[in-house]
């Protein structure tokens, strides 16, 4: 599955606009990690635990992306963007969102010189 920021895939055309796909996720950091990452904050810098815990949310949002995307029968997402929040400021919300297309390769677009 091809996933792209941009409105269209370089040397590909769109023949079909399945629609909307997202991928949601919220997750919680557990006690002991919220406490470990106040007592980090007191410190500056990054937070690792909080890092952390976004990159897997995000991951797993792409992937739940993907899969919705699939099962409408597409084989690439365009315009694809994160977005997040925070719930009751305990819990994060990811959500990845785009657009469910089926490409084809271009035979006009020039082709990669190997």
Do not use: C
């Not at 815990?53 to 365009?78: F, K």
């Amino acid at each position: 599955m091809i996933v792209a920021t941009a409105p269209y895939i370089a040397g590909h055309r769109v023949v079909e606009t399945k629609g909307q796909t997202f991928g949601l996720v919220v997750r919680s950091r557990g006690f002991s990690g919220n406490i470990i990452a106040g007592l980090r904050s007191l410190g500056g810098g990054e937070i690792h635990e909080y890092t952390e815990l976004l990159e897997d949310t995000r991951r797993q949002a792409l992937d739940r992306l993907v899969r919705n995307a699939t099962l409408m029968g597409a084989n690439a997402v365009i315009s694809m963007r994160f977005d997040s929040s925070e719930l009751a400021g305990t819990m994060s919300e990811i959500v990845a969102y785009g657009t469910a297309v089926v490409v084809e390769a271009d035979a006009a677009a020039p082709q990669p010189v190997e």
